[in-house]
């Protein structure tokens, strides 16, 4: 068998893994991987910031379902992406971190830029590993994108030094594949159980997390829901995983991300099957309130998540498209009648219990915003979103029809992700139109990548909700008395946000009217498409506006902006 380098073997490696665009920035103890991936047909979008990489192979990752790829030198590239690692363990995303590394004969001398990366990474990682034999790569590799892949997915870390990726090896890529995994069935019996509870229940509730859109088991879903009459309730993390005009879809529950009739509807449930979802604080609230009286079954295809939070009535171990799989074979044995008595009463719910939305008020009211975003854009339309207020209000006004379509750092929340994230999704689907929701203040945490956006032509929209605040922290504040170090807002304009776009080489625009948003996104459209670039909407809305959330789900009565 012949040698090779051992980096090119790594790259085919990446390229058979169905890799096709990776996130990084060279450095000296990575250029040897660099060096392999001439050439190779691997794009690579060389990034201002570690971290930025992460969150593009994140974007790359949900929106493709594959494992993406994001690439340092040593030192401070690895410490840089400890937050994108964290927020892809969170939300389950599978992603591949790879970090140069000093000469191994040298860690124990502290060398240049050496450290110890992988005990760093072991917290916020499903496997962190070193390579310490050149012939080990090719194993090292095809295990990660395993473990990225499998069970629960996440992410995963190599660290390589750079006298282990100067060397040979003899390998041979045609006697060389994808590692198999076992994705897990669920038992019969509990299987049948959780149909039993089902269809005994008077007011069941299917909650979709997460695990539904990773599970690529939005069809089953659907299917089962119609054919039993059961209403379908989701996550943030679940966002898009059921058709939100559909007659079954009953809204969000949770202390922010939600709705009003959902948390209502919640509340008057008496079975919630929950599908992929973790049961996050967010969405709980209390959970004597949230556990009430009703009786829960929880499938999730890791077992260690199940009784996490609390203990389900039923738990059963299962990839969720498996699981819809049986007991759509089961329910199909059986003679089943639906009685719309329940659905009805989540539409009366719904009709009773709205967010206003219409204002034509000046300052701009949010909810406005996500009205215009709503009729304007269509259901193929891919959105991002990180955290703070605008993530509330995206939760609870923006619709999203398709799984996918609608992604968000839901657990570990990062300011800054949009940005990356949005390039990442781009890049994954360059004919799709991409739309990011940002706060004034998280846009300038990463706000250098709008250079890889400029450079590689990838365009996309920006929608800017600008108070000029912390607004999370400053609504958080109002609990302590305080009003403290939550003003970013320093002159007549604040941080004039078009002119760092055009210091960029993008484009924007500033709203202060309601009547203006329409024909902005219009621009903001056919300006993305003809400079290949992203384009801003600044949206001006009223500074200290607050958005509606409580402490458990029993807050259905909560915070409405002023008429």
Known sequence: MAKIPVMQAV???????????????????????????????????????????????????????????????????????????????????????????????????????AVDIVEIAKPVTKWAVQAKEAAQLPWIFREAFRIARSGRPGPVLIDLPIDVQKQEIEWDSSLDAPLPYVTPQP??????????????????????????????????????????????????????????????????????????????????????????????????????????????IHVDIEPTQLGKVFGPDLGIVSDTAAFLDALLEAADKRTI???????????????????????????????????????????????????????????????????????????????????????GVKKARPDAEVVGVVGDYSFQFLVEELAVAAQYDVPFVLIMLNNEYLGLIRQASIGYDMNFQVDIHYDVSGTDNVKIMEAYGCSGTRVVEPGEIR???????????????????EIMIEREANAAMGKALDSVVEFEPAP
């Open 11 to 113: 790259v085919e490696i990446l390229a058979s893994e169905g890799v096709d665009t990776v996130f990084g920035c060279p450095g000296a103890a990575i250029l040897p991987l660099y060096q392999a991936l001439q050439g190779s047909g691997i794009e690579h979008l060389v990034v201002r910031h570690e971290e930025g990489a992460t969150h593009m192979a994140d974007g790359w990752a949900r929106t493709t379902g594959g494992v993406g790829v994001a690439i340092g030198t040593s030192g401070p590239a690895g410490t840089n992406m400890i937050t994108g690692l964290y927020t892809a363990q969170a939300d389950s995303i599978p992603i591949l971190c790879i970090t140069g590394q000093a000469d191994s004969r040298k860690l124990h001398t502290e060398a240049f830029q």
């Open 187 to 296: 038992a019969a019996a509990p299987l049948e159980r959780a149909l039993d509870m089902l269809l005994s229940a008077e007011r069941p509730l299917i909650l979709a997390g997460g695990g539904v859109v990773i599970g690529e088991a939005s069809e089953q879903l659907r299917e089962i829901a119609v054919k039993l009459g059961v209403p379908v309730q989701v996550t943030l993390m679940g966002k898009g995983s059921f058709p939100e005009d559909h007659e079954l879809f009953a809204g969000m529950a949770g202390i922010q991300t939600s709705q009003r009739w959902a948390n209502a509807a919640f509340l008057e449930s008496d079975l919630v099957l929950a599908l992929g979802a973790r049961f996050g604080d967010r969405h709980t609230g209390e959970l004597d309130v949230y556990r009430g009286d009703r009786k829960f």
């Open 337 to 423: 009648g639906v009685d719309r008595t329940w659905v009805e009463r989540v539409g009366e719910l719904k009709e009773a219990l709205p967010r206003r939305e219409d204002f034509d008020s000046v300052p701009i009211k949010a909810p406005r915003v996500f009205k215009e975003i709503n009729e304007y854009y269509g259901d193929d339309t891919y959105f991002v979103t990180a955290i703070g207020l605008y993530q509330i209000w995206s939760g609870q006004f923006q619709h999203a029809h398709k799984p996918r379509h609608y992604q968000v750092c839901g657990q570990a929340g990062p300011l800054g992700w949009e940005i990356p994230a949005a390039i």
């Open 519 to 537: 024909a902005s996104l219009e621009w903001a459209r056919k300006e993305a498409d003809r400079t290949s670039r992203p384009v801003l909407v």
